[in-house]
Structures are given as C-alpha cells and as structure tokens.
C-alpha cells in the first residue's frame, strides 16, 4: 500500500482508521500502468441490514459495528492492496494482479457474516457486493469504484448477494451515480451547504390535499418534497431520500422539511365552513435516531410559527421497527399537540400489536389495496374490496381515522365512502400543487361545495 | 461484578487429521486459553462433541467482545452460532480459566434446527441448555479428578 496515501489525515476515516472514499479514488486514479496492466478488481460492499440494527439497536452499537467489520476485513484481507470505508455501512476493496476474485468474495461473505457479538447482543448481518474489473467494460481505473457501486446498486434493487459491472448497466449507472454525487454536492454533511441549496430553492415543498368528503372540506395538505436539480428538473422523493438517509443528512432536510410545512400551513385559507386545514409531515425512520433533535425541532416549528398543534400531522412510515425508545419519541410529539399518522398502512409489518402500543390518530391505507377497487378485473376488485374493508374496520376498532391515498376514480370514492372512510387523497381531486396552487384549490373547493351542497337541496 | 456477562456458542471442527491430531489442536487451543485468560479476567468451559465446539466464556463484556473477534477468526473452527451473550449475577467457571468439559465422539445436544437458524428464543433456550450441562460436566470431571489424586 502506498503509505503516504494512507497516511493522510484527509483521506482516513477516524472511525476504522480505514482509508476513507477520497483515498481509495486518489489510489485508483494514480495507480501505475504497469501495475493497472496486471489486473484490478474492485469490491464493493454494503452490510444489507445495517440501517434497521442501526434503527433499533442505536448509533453507538452501529458505530461498534462498522468498527468490528473494518477489523475483520482488515484481518482477513491483508493481501489487499487498499482497503477502504466509503462512506456509512459501505466498504471497499482493491485487489491488484492475477487473483481468483471469487475466492475474494467467498471470503468477503464468510467472514463478515459470522455473528457479532457486541454490547451484550449478537447480530447477524447479511452482505451485498458489487465487483467491477479493469478490461473491455472498464478501461480507466478511476472508473472502477463507480463502475463497482453501479453494480452494488443494481444488486440492492435485484435482491442480489452479488453483481458484477458490465456495460449494460453503464447508462444506469451514469443515472443513479449521477443523482448520489449531486446530492452529496449539493448536500455533503453540513448545515452551510444545505442552507445554500434550500436558499437556491432546489428542495421545495409540495402538497396534496386531503379532502374530507362527508363535510366537503380539505382536511389537510401532505406536504411532499422534491429536488429541483438545475439541470435534472424535479427529481421525487424516492430518488433521493434514500441517499440522503445514507449519506446521514435526513435530519438537516427533515428539519427544514418540518419547519417550512409548518409556516406554509399558516399562508392557508381557511375551509368555507371556517375549519382550518392541516399540514401532514412525513418524518423518516433516521430522523427517529436523533430523536431528542426531531422533538425539539417539531416544537420550534410550533413556537415559531404559532401554528395551532392538532394541525400539525406527523406521518410515521410503518415499516420502520417500532422500539420503546421509538414509541416515547411519539409520545412526546403528541404531548406537543401534534398528530400521528401511521403511514402505508398495510404493506410493511402491519402488527396489530404496534397500532396498540403506538400513540396514533390516523392510519393511511396504502394507495396498493384501492388500486382495483371498482376496476375492469372482477377478481381483483373483489378481493380489493374485501381488504379494504378488513382494514377499515380494524382502523375503527383501534379508533383511529383512516386516510386513503391513491384514490383515482368516483367509483372508489363512493364504495370508500360507504364503507366509511372519509378522508380522501388521490388523484381523484388533485395530484400535489406548488403552494399558491394548493391556496387556490382550497379556495375554489368550498366554492364548489356550496354549489354541491344547493344542488343536493 | 458490575459488568459481568457470559457468551456461548458452538462451531462446527475444521481441523483436519485422526482424533489424535484434533486432541493435539485441542491441547494447544487450551494451552492458549490457559495462558491468555487469566490476565483478562476471563473464565469458561469448552467441550468438544461430535465434530463441534461447545464453549462457555464469561467475564467482562468489552473483554469478551474482543475475546470473541479472536476465537471466531481461528480457522481450526468455523460455522460459529452463538446462541447467547448476556449479563449473568456470578460466574459458573470461576474457578477454571477454561476448563476442558469432554471430547466425546457423540454430539449430545439437539442441534438441528438452531444452527444457522434466525429462532432467537430457541438458541436462548440452547444456550443456557449448554452452560447447564457443562457446568454438570466439569463438576463431574472434577469430582473425578479430586477422587483420583
Ligand atoms: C474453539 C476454540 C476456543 C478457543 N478459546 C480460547 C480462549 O478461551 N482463550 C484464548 O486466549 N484463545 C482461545 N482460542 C484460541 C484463539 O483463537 C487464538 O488462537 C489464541 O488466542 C492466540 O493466542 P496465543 O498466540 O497467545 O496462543 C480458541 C480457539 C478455538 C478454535
């Protein structure tokens, strides 16, 4: 290894004393032809389910972890001519002349699933890999760990232990990097840079209403966020919020997210029956972490702007794991006055264990169970039918108000209805809007139900 | 003891050679016990049954942390399940800084089922199952051993 490089305060990460991201692409882009010549192969991995042990079991004992992992590979990888940790629970390895790479990877699975055991529980991880090598479909070293986490990606989307980089996967591959280091550009770990990119306007807010279709208002607006990438146009959520979990800067845009939901919701009109419309908040499962920063936030919002509590609607993604520490952070979000909302109902653990032990308001059906719902295919419109009603009345015995999203057409309104649900989002009233649009979709939705309500007498 | 726990887990034997060669590795993994875990306040049992290793080490848990990462990377075992890892009032080896409870041909616990299984309850269950027995054996053992000298 080259020592200088390893030696660099810059380019170590002082959790494992690892090579960090920066050394192993310094290392790669200077590698020598002659050593290029014999053969590279890059490693990449990520450990599959560190981000719910991280959840549930805390940052402290995940820090433990990625340090344990570092020592073994270490270990076990002392022929390797760079090792390196590339950012959160990814790791990176380069193996320079003729040797056997899945024999690497044999070792690479073998040892750094072997059971942890670290403050009093044992863990037991599960890797993914993605292998690129120099040749016909990478020709520059310094695109090897790209090409690598390319085929790492496509591994994670597949459900695959591993994935080698071939061309095919290069367009891909220009897309999904593309969209990671733009977001590090425009986020990398600090409040500064965040500030900059919100104050150039790339996140902005968007909301959908929910419309309460028993007393013709919008009961709230769910606030939705988007990157306006300069070059990309809008970019959804489910692009990126993922990354900016990884790359640990969900809490600095969540707390934005709160804050600017919150003032927005003040700029409102009111319904024509003079009932004030709400603002739904979706709070990621990493925001739980810092759970102490995202109270304190949420109160802030509040004290702020003055906002009146029950109309603040926090929606808690189901499929996140559910620990006391989780469920007191709850609880002190609705002693603020806030309300929760368990979202994607349906479609992750759906324990009715958690909807007792979880301080909760509303469920949200997830937009899968009412996609058939009065649709061509009688089989699946019955079966559709069937769970919706299973859920709806679940969501009555636990007294809590049901939200459907996803809803499309009057047919599914009206059986939704029946059934008793009121609370409405879809596309059957309006798709999300900037916010003057939101202001005026509130304003000429009371207009429209006056004359409704003149035509019903 | 503030702090005390015990960890126990079984692998599966990958020396290779006659049950002479495995007594001699035996020989030589206690001899490294023996020398290492006293100053590291670490006491346990290990037993050797049918083509596995049973073993018990207790004491304090950043030390068994470490212990652990050590024992696992021994390439004369591998398959390593640990069936527990908790805090525990007092030690049941105190006295042995690794006592040697057997080396039997037959495997005498019910492994099926919890190697390689995701049951956490029944690897609990299979790990105090194991303390138990041992802590049995090397009271027998040393009964024995008393008696004979
Ligand atoms: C089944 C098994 C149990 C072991 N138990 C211990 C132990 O309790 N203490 C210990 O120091 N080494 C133990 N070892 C050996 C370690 O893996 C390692 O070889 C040893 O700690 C090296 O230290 P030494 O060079 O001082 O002998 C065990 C190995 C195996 C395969």
């Known amino acids: 290894m080259n020592l200088d490089l390893q030696h660099s305060a810059s380019m170590t990460d002082p959790l494992t004393g690892l090579s960090n991201r920066l050394g192993v692409e310094t290392y790669l882009r200077e590698l020598p032809d002659e050593i290029t010549a014999t053969g590279v192969s890059v490693v990449t991995m990520e450990l599959a389910r560190f981000g719910k042990v991280n959840d549930s079991l805390g940052a402290d004992l995940g820090n433990k972890i990625i340090s344990t992992v570092a020592k073994r590979i270490q270990k076990v990888f002392s022929h390797a001519d760079w090792i390196a940790r590339t950012h959160g629970d990814h790791f990176c390895l380069v193996f320079t002349g003729g040797i056997d790479i899945y024999e690497q990877i044999e070792l690479l699975n073998d040892f750094t699933q072997r059971p942890l055991a670290l403050r009093g529980e044992v863990i037991v991880l599960s890797v993914r890999i993605g292998v690129s090598e120099i040749g016909p479909s990478v020709e520059s070293t310094s695109y090897l760990l790209h090409a690598a986490e390319v085929a790492l990606h496509r591994a994670k989307r597949e459900q695959m232990k591993r994935c080698f980089f071939t061309r095919n996967l290069e367009h891909e591959a220009k897309e999904a990097h593309q969209l990671e280091n733009d977001l590090r550009v425009s986020l990398v770990s600090n409040h500064v840079e965040l500030h900059k990119a919100i104050s150039n306007n790339e996140f902005k807010l968007m909301y959908q209403p929910i419309v309460d279709v028993a007393s013709d208002t919008v009961h709230a607006v769910e606030a939705l966020v988007r990157w306006n990438h300069p070059k990309r146009g809008l970019i959804s959520p489910a692009d990126f919020i993922p990354m900016a979990e990884q790359i640990q800067v969900m809490d600095v845009l969540g707390n934005w997210i709160i804050r600017r939901a919150c003032s927005d919701a003040l700029t409102l009109p009111t319904n024509s029956d003079g009932s004030h419309v709400g603002v739904s908040i979706n709070i990621s499962a990493t925001q739980f972490i810092e759970s102490e920063i995202l109270v304190s936030t949420v109160k802030q919002a509040l004290e702020e702007t003055n906002i009146e509590p029950q109309l603040v609607k926090l929606e808690i993604t189901e499929s996140a794991a559910f620990g006391s520490e989780k469920i007191r952070t709850i609880d002190a979000l609705r002693k603020l006055g806030c309300k929760t909302a368990l979202d994607d109902f349906g479609t992750g653990y759906s324990s009715l264990t958690q909807l007792n032990t979880i301080p909760l308001d509303y469920i949200k059906l997830d937009r899968s169970f009412i996609a058939a719902l009065g649709g061509e295919d009688q089989l699946k419109d019955q079966r559709s039918d069937r769970i919706t009603r299973a859920v709806l009345s679940i969501a009555q015995t636990f007294n809590l108000l049901p939200v459907v999203e996803g809803v499309e057409t009057s047919t599914q309104c009206k059986r939704l209805r029946d059934y008793g649900a009121t609370l409405i989002q879809g596309y059957l009233f309006s798709k999300p809007l900037e916010l003057d649009e939101t202001r005026k979709f509130i304003e000429n939705f009371g207009k429209k139900a006056q004359v409704k309500g003149v035509e019903h007498a | ?149």
């Open chain 2, 1 to 149: 003891m503030p702090n005390l726990y015990n960890l126990a887990y079984i692998s599966k034997n990958t020396i290779k050679g006659d049950s002479e060669k495995v007594r001699e590795e035996i020989k030589s993994i206690l001899a490294s016990a023996h020398k290492n875990n006293p100053d590291m306040g670490v006491t346990g049992a290990l037993l050797y049954s049918g083509g596995y290793f049973c073993q018990v080490i207790e004491g304090p848990e950043d030390v068994l942390e470490e212990l652990y990462e050590t024992i696992q990377m021994d390439d004369r075992h591998g398959e390593v399940t640990v069936l527990h890892f908790e805090p525990i009032e007092e030690r049941g080896f105190s006295e042995w800084a690794m006592a040697l409870a057997g080396i039997e041909d037959d495997m005498r616990f019910d492994l099926d089922g919890v190697l390689g299984s995701k049951d956490e309850l029944k690897m609990k269950e299979t790990g105090k199952d194991l303390v138990a027995v041992l802590e049995k054996m090397v009271k027998q053992h040393q009964s024995v051993l008393s008696g004979s000298a």
